[in-house]
């Protein structure tokens, strides 16, 4: 069982911007995440990180969620500049730094739907992909759920395709956590990645962002070819996520360039 956690205890002061941070809104924000017997992990991320586990029905799991969203308004948090509008979707591990105890996301990789993919590909070396993503989603302001929601990702490196549907009956439901905010905080609120760049060194980021005011979702279809690729999650599995969360749109600043650690 994890531990009792209350989001107040993990709400920071926003870091001041500078230099090329990034402010940006995160439209369409999901987060599919899929529990997975803790053999499948070995071996993708380093020795200085652990996985951040939980129990469900007896068997040790980790989690592994796919996060899609458009950006908009995507800006540089200091200075006047242009603003971009693109497609991404980001693959991601609950674990632990044992060096600082601190919980945060391993980074397999992200798509995204833009020329300026060059950027983080090939100046910071992030494991970052070109891709042509596609949403079909309609949010009622009315019942403020989504009437509909469609994703599409075609990818050389991983396509993807999700559907979501939403009701007012959509409860939240975590095994292996002791309450609804002790989940939700694990869930939406690490605020720094690690990866392996595309050199094959270690790279982290960090991100800034509120408490996040996600609403659950039932999953209608989905398709993660990396997720197979990789023996993660079955394709049979994929229909059959630990939980799916939605917010119509948020807001992060993402502290830049990323740090490469020796």
């Known amino acids: 069982m994890q531990e009792l956690r209350k989001i ?50 007896g068997q040790t799991m980790g989690l592994v969620s796919v996060v899609p969203f458009i950006d908009v308004d995507f800006t540089s948090a200091v200075f006047p500049f242009p603003k971009f509008t693109m497609g991404q979707t980001n693959y991601r591990i609950y674990i632990v730094d044992k060096e600082t105890n601190e919980r945060c996301v391993w980074f397999l990789g992200t798509t995204l739907d833009s020329w300026t993919v060059v950027v983080p590909r090939y100046c910071w070396s ?103 690729d990789l023996g993660l999650v079955q394709e049979s599995e994929q229909l059959l996520p630990y939980s799916v969360l939605i917010e119509p749109i948020n807001e992060f600043t993402i502290y830049l360039p990323p740090t490469v650690i020796e």
């Open 8 to 57: 107040e205890d993990y709400l920071t002061v926003r870091p001041k911007p500078k230099g090329i941070d990034v402010l940006c809104g995160l439209k369409h924000f999901a987060i599919i995440t899929y529990a997975v017997p803790v053999d499948r992990f070995k071996g993708v991320f380093p020795e200085r990180f652990q996985l951040d586990t939980i129990e469900v029905k």
């Open 126 to 228: 992030l494991p970052w992909h070109s891709g042509k993503i596609n949403f079909d989603c309609h949010f009622n302001e009315s019942t403020k759920l989504y009437d509909k929601y469609i994703m599409d990702t075609r990818s050389t490196w991983a396509d993807a395709s999700v559907e979501l549907v939403q009701s007012s009956r959509d409860v939240f439901d975590f095994p292996g956590f002791p309450d609804t905010q002790s989940a939700l905080v694990y869930l939406t609120h690490p605020l720094a990645g690690f990866y392996h760049r595309r050199d094959g060194k270690l790279g982290t980021y960090r991100v800034w962002h509120k408490k996040l005011e996600v609403k659950p979702a039932q999953l209608k279809s989905a398709k993660f070819k990396l997720l197979s």
